[in-house]
């Protein structure tokens, strides 16, 4: 049979023809897996941030591998009007219900909570009739890298020391040399004066998106969920591993929280695409709603646990800008959400248990 198929090829110059039909096939695979990075050495992947948060901050199975610990949170968002003028999203016209997740940065789950820690929010607004918006907003003035690779490297260089268990200072240093631009946005978070807790922290989107309304206008927008509960002090030392979270469900306990999203527009000249630079004071502010949120419940069973807040879910109305870094949060968010969604769910820090001791 064999013989066959070898004479039949000779005969009529089958060998090349069975060469090029082979040679389509493979030449598609391997363009395919070189977009995707697989064969580039060094290529970054959502892959590639897994491995380095797991490097950074331990294997923790069954989490999110940045922002591991945290609460759900439910509400809703009534949009104000006042930003209907800039972006045609029916939120901004309607109230909607809210699921979204309070958390601290980092990717240990049960870390113990401290004042300095970086505090976040994360969103998803869900008028009645579609238009979804999904955001994850922290608690700093800036963002301290410019674009995804330079996140990574960052990762890499505050890694621990395998013999200290330590940051090794070398590694950073090495790295400010080369950034500038980080070094100047660290500067400005350390002007950061953390509050007491989540309930009366500000937190901001750092990426820059576009709204456009009815006749299509564009502008360039950052905004800040902003407390209007009064900020207090921090607390001292002694206060409990997971004060922050419990702070925040006594205080739901007591009666709704309220945040209004204020809409800064970028003015001319104002850099959409680095997260690392902050936009001037005294730009135009614009108050497009209240986010009321009345109740906390534990990630265990709870309705955030099943959500990536990809920054990328964005409603007709909004659109993202020239900032590079939400396409790469969206990957990586996808791609943590489909590790942890298949692995054991392990009980989170803040339990059923928590709730019910916060609650009358
Ligand atoms: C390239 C840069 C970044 C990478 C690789 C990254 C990575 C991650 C990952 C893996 C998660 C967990 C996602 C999940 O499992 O659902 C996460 C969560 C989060 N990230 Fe980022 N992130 C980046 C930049 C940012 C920026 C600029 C912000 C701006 C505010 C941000 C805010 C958040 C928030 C608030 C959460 C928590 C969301 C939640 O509670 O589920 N991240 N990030």
Redesign the pocket.
């Known amino acids: 049979m064999m013989a066959t198929i070898r004479e039949t090829l000779a005969e009529k110059g089958g060998w090349l023809r069975l060469a090029a039909v082979c040679a389509a096939p493979t030449l598609l695979a391997l363009a395919f897996a070189l977009a995707a990075g697989w064969l580039v050495p060094g290529r970054l992947t959502p892959g590639t941030?897994m491995r380095i948060?797991g490097l950074v901050d331990g294997p923790h199975p069954g989490f999110?591998?940045?922002?591991a610990k945290?609460v759900c949170v439910k509400g809703w968002f009534e949009g104000s009007r006042e930003a209907a003028s800039l972006s045609r999203a029916v939120l901004f016209r309607s109230r909607s219900p809210v699921v979204g997740?309070f958390?601290l940065a980092g990717g240990m789950p049960f870390q113990d909570d401290e004042p300095e820690k970086v505090r976040?929010?994360?969103l998803r607004i869900m008028p009645a009739h579609g238009g979804e918006w999904r955001m994850?907003?922290?608690d700093i003035p800036v963002?301290p890298v410019r674009n995804?690779a330079e996140?990574n490297d960052f990762l890499l260089a505050s890694r621990p020391d395998p013999q200290t268990h330590g940051p090794d200072p070398s590694r950073m240093a090495a790295f400010l040399a080369r950034h500038p631009e980080t070094q100047q946005a660290l500067a400005l978070l350390k002007t950061r004066a953390p509050t007491s807790g989540f309930a009366d922290d500000t937190y901001?989107?750092?990426?820059s998106f576009t709204f456009i309304n009815g006749e299509g206008t564009t502008t360039p927008v950052r905004w800040a969920m902003v407390p209007e509960q009064a900020a207090r002090p921090p607390a001292g030392p002694g206060v409990g591993r997971d004060y922050l979270f419990h702070d925040l469900i006594e205080a739901l306990a007591r009666g709704p929280l309220r945040w209004h999203l204020v809409v800064t527009v970028g003015g001319a000249g104002d850099v959409t695409a680095d997260?690392t630079v902050a936009w001037p004071a005294g730009r135009r502010q614009v108050d497009a709603g209240t986010l009321t949120l009345v109740r906390a419940e534990s990630e265990d069973g709870g309705p955030?646990r099943g959500?990536?807040?990809d920054p990328l879910i964005l409603p007709e109305g909004i659109a993202p800008s020239d900032d590079p870094?939400p396409a790469?949060?969206s990957a990586?968010?996808a791609r943590?959400?489909a590790l942890?969604s298949g692995e054991p769910e392990i009980a989170s820090a803040i339990s059923g248990a928590d709730i019910r001791l916060g609650e009358p």
Do not use: E, K, Q, W
């Not at 901001?204 to 990426?207: A, G, P, V």
């Open positions: 941030f948060f999110r591998r940045n922002h945290g997740r958390a976040s929010l994360a994850g907003i922290n963002f995804a996140f901001n989107s750092l990426d997260p955030c959500i990536t807040y870094i790469a949060r990586v968010y943590s959400f942890r």
